[in-house]
Protein backbone atom coordinates (compact mmCIF):
# COMPACT_ATOMS: atom_id res chain seq x y z
CA UNK A 1 0.00 0.00 0.00
CA UNK A 2 1.32 3.37 -0.90
CA UNK A 3 2.10 5.87 2.04
CA UNK A 4 -0.81 8.38 0.07
CA UNK A 5 -2.97 5.37 -0.08
CA UNK A 6 -2.49 4.51 3.65
CA UNK A 7 -2.98 8.23 4.62
CA UNK A 8 -6.70 8.60 3.15
CA UNK A 9 -7.64 5.11 5.06
CA UNK A 10 -5.82 6.65 8.19
CA UNK A 11 -8.01 9.47 7.68
CA UNK A 12 -11.17 7.70 6.95
CA UNK A 13 -11.02 5.52 9.86
CA UNK A 14 -9.83 8.74 12.04
CA UNK A 15 -13.04 10.57 11.11
CA UNK A 16 -15.28 7.18 11.66
CA UNK A 17 -14.00 6.93 14.74
CA UNK A 18 -14.80 10.40 15.46
CA UNK A 19 -18.27 9.99 14.28
CA UNK A 20 -18.87 6.75 16.61
CA UNK A 21 -17.42 8.51 19.71
CA UNK A 22 -20.30 11.40 19.13
CA UNK A 23 -23.09 8.91 19.04
CA UNK A 24 -22.64 7.99 22.07
CA UNK A 25 -24.74 9.91 24.90
CA UNK A 26 -21.76 10.07 27.55
CA UNK A 27 -19.44 12.20 25.68
CA UNK A 28 -17.65 14.92 27.84
CA UNK A 29 -18.72 18.35 26.48
CA UNK A 30 -21.59 17.15 24.68
CA UNK A 31 -21.98 15.13 20.87
CA UNK A 32 -22.44 17.92 17.97
CA UNK A 33 -23.69 15.01 15.84
CA UNK A 34 -26.29 13.60 18.76
CA UNK A 35 -27.68 17.41 18.90
CA UNK A 36 -28.29 17.19 15.24
CA UNK A 37 -29.65 14.09 14.73
CA UNK A 38 -32.35 15.19 17.79
CA UNK A 39 -33.27 18.25 16.04
CA UNK A 40 -33.49 16.90 12.54
CA UNK A 41 -35.53 14.03 13.63
CA UNK A 42 -38.09 16.60 15.93
CA UNK A 43 -38.29 18.75 12.84
CA UNK A 44 -39.10 15.53 10.74
CA UNK A 45 -41.20 14.27 13.16
CA UNK A 46 -43.73 17.58 12.94
CA UNK A 47 -43.20 17.36 9.19
CA UNK A 48 -44.66 14.21 9.08
CA UNK A 49 -47.57 15.61 11.51
CA UNK A 50 -47.75 18.54 8.91
CA UNK A 51 -48.25 16.34 6.30
CA UNK A 52 -51.18 14.42 7.46
CA UNK A 53 -52.90 18.17 7.52
CA UNK A 54 -51.42 19.82 4.81
CA UNK A 55 -53.38 21.34 2.05
CA UNK A 56 -53.29 18.44 -0.93
CA UNK A 57 -53.69 21.55 -3.49
CA UNK A 58 -50.21 23.30 -1.39
CA UNK A 59 -47.17 22.02 -4.02
CA UNK A 60 -44.65 24.30 -2.24
CA UNK A 61 -45.98 23.42 1.01
CA UNK A 62 -45.61 19.23 0.32
CA UNK A 63 -42.36 19.39 -1.05
CA UNK A 64 -40.39 21.73 2.12
CA UNK A 65 -42.63 19.47 4.46
CA UNK A 66 -40.68 16.29 2.61
CA UNK A 67 -37.63 17.72 2.37
CA UNK A 68 -37.98 18.05 6.33
CA UNK A 69 -38.19 14.51 6.79
CA UNK A 70 -35.62 13.33 3.71
CA UNK A 71 -32.87 15.53 5.64
CA UNK A 72 -33.31 13.88 8.27
CA UNK A 73 -32.68 10.26 6.40
CA UNK A 74 -29.87 12.28 4.68
CA UNK A 75 -28.34 12.74 7.93
CA UNK A 76 -28.53 9.18 8.96
CA UNK A 77 -27.10 7.62 5.59
CA UNK A 78 -23.99 9.68 5.86
CA UNK A 79 -23.53 9.38 9.02
CA UNK A 80 -24.02 5.07 8.74
CA UNK A 81 -21.49 5.92 5.35
CA UNK A 82 -18.83 7.44 7.33
CA UNK A 83 -18.78 4.50 9.79
CA UNK A 84 -19.21 1.90 7.05
CA UNK A 85 -15.81 3.80 5.26
CA UNK A 86 -14.23 3.48 8.62
CA UNK A 87 -14.33 0.30 9.31
CA UNK A 88 -13.38 -0.83 5.98
CA UNK A 89 -10.49 1.19 5.81
CA UNK A 90 -9.37 0.24 9.23
CA UNK A 91 -10.00 -3.59 8.20
CA UNK A 92 -7.73 -2.88 4.47
CA UNK A 93 -5.15 -1.12 6.87
CA UNK A 94 -5.30 -4.40 9.37
CA UNK A 95 -4.50 -6.24 6.47
CA UNK A 96 -1.81 -4.80 4.92
CA UNK A 97 -0.18 -4.40 8.09
CA UNK A 98 -0.15 -8.17 8.48
CA UNK A 99 1.42 -8.88 5.49
CA UNK A 100 4.20 -6.58 5.78
CA UNK A 101 4.70 -8.14 9.18
CA UNK A 102 5.20 -11.41 7.47
CA UNK A 103 7.54 -9.75 4.28
CA UNK A 104 9.50 -8.16 7.19
CA UNK A 105 9.76 -11.71 8.93
CA UNK A 106 10.30 -13.78 6.18
CA UNK A 107 13.08 -11.27 4.79
CA UNK A 108 14.60 -11.55 8.10
CA UNK A 109 14.52 -15.35 8.84
CA UNK A 110 15.25 -16.74 5.21
CA UNK A 111 13.79 -18.90 2.61
CA UNK A 112 12.89 -21.66 4.88
CA UNK A 113 10.58 -19.44 6.83
CA UNK A 114 7.93 -18.45 4.15
CA UNK A 115 6.62 -22.39 4.01
CA UNK A 116 6.96 -22.14 8.06
CA UNK A 117 4.72 -19.06 8.45
CA UNK A 118 2.36 -19.86 5.26
CA UNK A 119 1.62 -22.82 7.30
CA UNK A 120 0.90 -21.20 10.32
CA UNK A 121 -1.40 -18.50 8.80
CA UNK A 122 -5.06 -19.01 8.65
CA UNK A 123 -6.73 -19.69 5.40
CA UNK A 124 -7.98 -16.40 4.87
CA UNK A 125 -4.92 -14.31 5.41
Given amino acids: MEARERQILL ?7 HVEVQLRD ?3 GGAPILVMLAKARRRAAKAIVDLCEADPSDAERIRSLQN ?3 IYGLYVSDIAE ?4 GREADELVAIDDREELVDTIIAEAGPDAEEQIANLMPANF
Fill in 82 to 85: IIRS
Fill in 68 to 70: QVN
Fill in 26 to 28: DVE
Fill in 11 to 17: HLINAAA
